[in-house]
């Protein structure tokens, strides 16, 4: 009923750039939080930046002053925006969304997207 689609990664030297977006779709009621995380090979998943529905963020200490999340309501979508890219940046990245969709109880649920690749490397 509710799904995420996000784009964006691909190969970047390091000090470069990437955009990352995820745009929701389906019967969606409020988006409580949208946000980032990330898993890099044989680490688990961790949360990059996340944005709140009163526009408040939270991210870890690494990626301040280099990533910024944004977002745009009208079209249900999140943005990462990384600059000054380190290899140490390198992992699968994740979009992730708090949803209360039109459903019975109006219950908030968990989605994730399908992930996208990011690797910083010369």
């Known amino acids: 009923q509710v799904h995420l689609v996000e784009s964006g990664g691909g190969l970047v030297q390091p000090g470069g750039s990437l955009r990352l977006s995820c745009a929701a779709s389906?019967?969606?009621?409020?988006?409580?939080?949208m946000g980032w995380y990330r898993q890099a090979p044989g680490k688990e998943r961790e949360l990059v930046e996340v944005?709140?529905?009163?526009?408040?963020?939270n991210y870890q200490d690494s990626v301040q002053g280099r990533f910024t999340i944004s977002r745009d309501n009208a079209k249900n979508t999140v943005y990462l925006q990384m600059n000054s890219l380190k290899p140490e940046d390198t992992a699968d990245y994740y979009c992730?969304?708090?949803?209360?969709?039109?459903?019975?109880?109006?219950?908030?649920?968990?989605?994730w997207g399908q992930g996208t690749q990011v690797t910083v490397s010369s």
């Open positions: 944005i709140t529905n009163d526009g408040s963020t």
């Open positions: 992730h969304f708090r949803i209360i969709p039109f459903s019975y109880g109006r219950s908030e649920f968990h989605y």
């Open positions: 389906g019967s969606i009621f409020s988006i409580n939080a």
